[in-house]
């Protein structure tokens, strides 16, 4: 998470959201979270039906996801 920091900096966030990397992942690290649930428009399950996602919920006081 060291390489990824100067961007929770630079945007004063905990939480970070991208996509298009092909690899699916989510990496917690303290107060932070670096999260990729990929695109469903494209798999990155060779070609499978099987796809990739997260479920954001910020309506309580902790932000959640699940996947």
Known sequence: MVIKQPNFKAINSNVIVVGY???PFYQPEKEQLWLN???IA???NKGTPLVWHAILD???ENF????
Not at 64 to 67: A, E, S, V
Request: hydrophobic share 30%; proline share 12%; charged share 25%.
């Open 21 to 23: 990397c092909g690899l």
């Open 37 to 39: 649930p990929e695109i």
């Open 42 to 44: 494209i798999p990155a």
């Open 58 to 60: 910020d309506s309580k």
């Open 64 to 67: 959640n996801f699940t996947r």
